[in-house]
Every structure is written in C-alpha cells, then in structure tokens.
C-alpha cells in the first residue's frame, strides 16, 4: 500500500513538472529539496549521490578506470548535482567541467570545491554548446528526462570518445527499456522501465560497450557502462 501511495505521488510530481522548461524543474527540484536535505548543505542530490552502498563501488570502479588510462584525460561531467561523487575524480583529470543546470547550485559548488583544474559551468545539456573533453561522465541523469531530451543531448554528447552512462534499471530482463516520462524528480522505475540507450528510440551505435559496475540498489541495480567510439 505503502509502495503504491508513492508511486502515486510521483506519477502527481511528473505532471506538475510537464509544461516547465528543463531549467524551471531542476531549480524547483533543489529549492524544494525533492531529493531530500543533507545535515549542514544548502544542495543536496539525494541518496543517488549520498548512499554509501552505491557510491562507494561505483567510486572504487571508476577510479580503477581512470588510473588504467595513458594520461589523465579532459573530464565532462553532466549534471554533477552537489558533486559529492564527481569530488572523488579530480586529480584524475588534466582538466574537468562539472556541468549543471542549476545557476545557484554551480555558485554553491564554486565556493565549495576551489581547484584550479576544476570549472562549474551552467549547461543546459540539451540544448547548449557543450564543452571539449575525452570523456563525458552521464551518472543517473538520463533517468529524469524525457525520450525527446535524452535523444538531443545524446547528439549533442557525438563529440565526445568516451562515454561513462549511469542509470538506475528495474532488476532482470522483463521491463520495457525507454518508457517515456516528462522531466522531474522521479525516474522510469515507476511503470517499470529504465533507460537504455542501445534499445529503441534511442538505438546508440558506433560506439562499443563494456559494463563497468552493477550495484543491487531499492529493489532493481545501477549499471554504469562505458561506451568507447568505434574505429571508423
């Protein structure tokens, strides 16, 4: 009862989060604090970014990836949120653009995190120029997005070498990838679907995948998947 309640309520956010422009539901979501509240932070990304049990292996498996490189690379990290994640990946990279939507978020994470290899800038990934960089970091945003956005920003991130995508996936095999939604607060899990950028509409090619880590999370897993371009 309890789980349906929820759903329910989720599915009454989505509907007043769909006529707002994309800029509009991401400041609403932090100045509501729809993900939650941290102790002591104006900012906070919610359990996805907090939780110990999924953060901590998918930190271990990234760094393990990153080290294994020839050279530190150029970092793109959309929608970094209160980035207590991308924080972890710093020294890693020559340069990285932690990228979000939120103007008073990326003013937050300024004061936060001076370093002087690190940039936040405020990206609209859908539809704005995105920076230069060898590999772009994706962790559960696509979730919270609509079919529509999801295929502009995945045209808009072509550019890109290497992609490292993250999303929250019913567990098994017998939900329906890329159900649409409107964009919010809540993710596909909720008529059970999650997105998946190999299945239609999206139908990613040209790059190869490798899954990097898969954490058993509230009931389905979070599988981070590096795509890499294909020789050409």
């Known amino acids: 009862m309890l789980k349906i309640l929820a759903n329910t309520m989720e599915r009454l956010r989505h509907r007043s989060y769909s006529r707002l422009p994309v800029e509009q539901v991401f400041s609403r979501i932090y100045a509501e604090q729809e993900w939650g509240r941290g102790e002591g932070v104006g900012f906070y990304s919610g359990a996805g970014s907090h939780d110990p049990a999924l953060i901590d292996p998918y930190i271990k498996a990234v760094s393990a990836f990153l080290a294994s490189l020839p050279a530190r690379p150029v970092i793109v990290d959309l929608g970094c949120g209160d ?95 890329n159900t649409d939604i409107s964009a919010g607060c809540g993710i596909r899990g909720l008529v059970n679907s999650g997105v998946v950028l190999t299945a239609p509409p999206f139908n990613m090619s040209g790059y190869n995948a490798k899954t990097l880590s898969e954490i058993p999370y509230q009931g389905g897993v979070i599988r981070t998947i590096v795509f890499k371009k294909s020789a050409e």
């Open 83 to 177: 980035f207590n994640v991308g924080a972890h990946f710093i020294d890693y990279a020559r340069e990285y653009h932690a990228c979000d939507i939120v103007p008073e978020l990326q003013a937050h994470n300024r004061q936060r995190y001076p370093k002087p290899n690190l940039h936040f800038l405020c990206v609209n990934i859908i539809d704005d120029a995105l920076p230069d960089g060898d590999i772009v970091f994706i962790r559960q945003v696509f979730q919270h997005l609509g079919n529509t956005q999801i295929a502009k920003a995945m045209n808009n991130c072509r550019k890109y070498m290497t992609w490292v995508v993250t999303e929250h996936l019913p567990a098994g095999d017998t939900f329906t990838p």
